[in-house]
Nanobody, 122 residues
Framework: QVQVVESGGGLVQPGGSLRLSCAAS????????MEWYRQGPGKQRELVAA???????NYADSVKGRFTISRDNAKKMVYLQMDSLKPEDTDVYYC????????????????WGQGTQVTVSS
């Protein structure tokens, strides 16, 4: 009913930048939170950045001042601008969209994308 697709990952040198994009589509009635998570091998998935519908933002301490989350409600998209990348930012990045469908307007559910690999290495 709801599809979430990330794009923009890749290989970048330390100190470089990448911009991730995430598009939500399908039978969407309303979107609340739009979030980015990341997960490495053997690690728990961690919240990187979040942006509720009111436009406020929340960042993990490890990315504050380097990453910026933004969203385009009309296009149902969320972005993650990643600057000053470090090798420890290497992970699979996942987009999460908290949405209600047209069939279930009062119920908000998390929808996940398949993830996009970000590798920071020289």
């Amino acid at each position: 009913q709801v599809q979430v697709v990330e794009s923009g990952g890749g290989l970048v040198q330390p100190g470089g930048s990448l911009r991730l994009s995430c598009a939500a589509s399908g039978s969407i009635f309303s979107i609340n939170d739009m979030e980015w998570y990341r997960q490495g091998p053997g690690k728990q998935r961690e919240l990187v950045a979040a942006m509720p519908r009111d436009g406020s933002t929340n960042y993990a301490d490890s990315v504050k001042g380097r990453f910026t989350i933004s969203r385009d409600n009309a296009k149902k998209m969320v972005y993650l601008q990643m600057d000053s990348l470090k090798p420890e930012d290497t992970d699979v990045y996942y987009c999460n969209v908290v949405a209600a469908t047209t069939q279930s307007r009062g119920r908000y559910t998390k929808y996940w994308g398949q993830g996009t690999q970000v590798t920071v290495s020289s």
